[in-house]
């Protein structure tokens, strides 16, 4: 005769814990982590956090979800603490915000946060992340090689955009033309290629989700000795559409450049590119006129308000008094009034009239769909393709694909 015992199923192991101030408010946090690991995670408050992750029972944890919201950012030391200790115990951190400023999220990914999603979760993003965590721990693989074949013997458009002031939209503008070119026909899209030429804070890279590498400040650092190869060697694939030069992962001097240097740099990208696209620093420095000079067509974003008008008027004042083409400017208005905005528009035309510039360019508040797109590193497309912004930067590149298409016949 066979005895019975209670069959007990043993409690799931805890590879994972949530830290947050009240993990609650993140609702959409705790279905996520439920559906990847079922009952094997935790919970822990800041302070918790802290104390527990000092202890041995620690060790089997895979990694942490830092929540956190606009009001714990009066606990940054706290939380950077939180993530050191977890580093240092060899546990990885997914770093989830939600109306958090872009300083606190810098400090706390220099820190040591592995991961970023912000809040509310996208669909399956968190499992997504989780993902590229074990991939990054299981194989801490060498900088990838370019994806690229450069191929030369071309002579690809130069089209430069800058901004007047800051937040005006330059670099989204700059991603999503890029990727639009990059996407424009289904059979033969052209070659294109997005350059960060803000050495020191460029965030194409933050746009597109890409990393930055030591290979851009190589390139940069001798870029007389440049060639075909080594320019492939540095440049980072975008889902194999569109060849990304983010800037360097460490700030480098603006003048580290010279304008014979840019000059090298836009010559070899239009040998192997149909469009090179230049995200440009605000800033106006001694090599500016190279890309001014050498652009077939050269945007400047602007908004409706005091600081873009009086930059456009320094700008102006600033090229016409060297005899450098200011006719070649484009000047677009970023967040620019609805067309039922007669007051708004009636505002633009007087702005343009008394700076003695024509708004050649139209382009409508995206609105918060625009910000969260960076956030999560999408182009528009991939993230709100129906976006009023989008749509307008799609008919852009049309545009500017037909007069790449007429300028080649002619050729």
């Given at each position: ?53 000092a ?143 803000d ?8 746009y ?76 106006l ?14 945007f400047?974003?602007?908004?409706l ?61 995206g ?17 709100a393709?129906?976006n009023?912004l ?22």
């Amino acid at each position: 005769m066979t005895s019975k015992r209670d069959l007990q199923t043993e409690p799931s192991p805890i590879v994972a814990c949530t830290v947050s101030r009240d993990v609650q408010n993140f609702d959409l946090l705790i279905e996520d982590m439920e559906t990847l690991l079922g009952e094997g995670w935790g919970d822990l408050g800041f302070p918790e956090a802290l104390s527990f992750l000092a202890q041995p029972d620690a060790a089997g944890l895979k990694f942490i979800a830092l929540a956190l919201d606009g009001e714990d950012e009066a606990q940054l030391p706290l939380l950077a603490s939180i993530i050191s200790l977890a580093r240092s115990r060899d546990i990885q951190v997914v770093l989830i915000a939600e109306d958090v400023t872009p300083a606190a999220l810098h400090h706390l990914l220099r820190t040591g946060a592995d991961e970023f999603v912000p809040y509310p979760l996208p669909e399956g993003e968190l499992a997504a992340a989780v993902a590229r965590l074990g991939r990054s721990k299981a194989d801490p693989a060498p900088e990838p090689a370019s994806r690229v074949a450069l191929k030369g013997g071309g002579d690809g458009v130069l089209i430069a955009v800058q901004g007047l002031c800051g937040g005006c939209g330059t670099t989204t503008f700059a991603v999503n033309l890029a990727w639009e070119l990059a996407n424009i026909a289904k059979d033969r899209s052209p070659r294109v290629c997005l350059i960060d030429l803000d050495l020191q804070f460029g965030t194409v890279a933050t746009y597109l989700d890409l990393p930055r590498r030591d290979a851009v400040v190589e390139l940069m650092s001798d870029l007389r000795s440049m060639d075909g190869d080594s320019f492939a060697q540095a440049l980072v694939g975008f889902e194999d559409r569109l060849q990304v030069l983010t800037s360097p992962p460490d700030l480098l001097p603006l003048d580290l450049v010279s304008p014979d240097d840019i000059r090298r740099l836009l010559d070899v990208a239009r040998e192997h590119f149909d469009f090179v696209i230049v995200d440009m620093p605000t800033a106006l420095l001694d090599w500016t006129d190279t890309v001014l000079t050498q652009a077939q067509v050269f945007f400047v974003l602007m908004e409706l308000d005091m600081r873009s008008a009086q930059n456009a008027l320094r700008l102006k004042r600033a090229l016409q008094s060297e005899d450098l083409p200011f006719d070649k400017l484009r000047f677009a208005l970023n967040r620019a009034p609805k067309f039922t905005d007669l007051q708004g528009k009636s505002r633009a035309k007087r702005m343009a009239d008394t700076l003695g510039i024509a708004l050649q360019l139209w382009l409508p508040d995206g609105g918060k769909p625009v910000q969260t797109a960076g956030d999560h590193g999408l182009p528009l497309a991939s993230h709100a393709a129906k976006n009023p912004l989008r749509k307008e930067i799609v008919k852009l590149a049309a545009e500017l694909h037909a007069i790449g298409l007429s300028d080649a016949e002619a050729a």
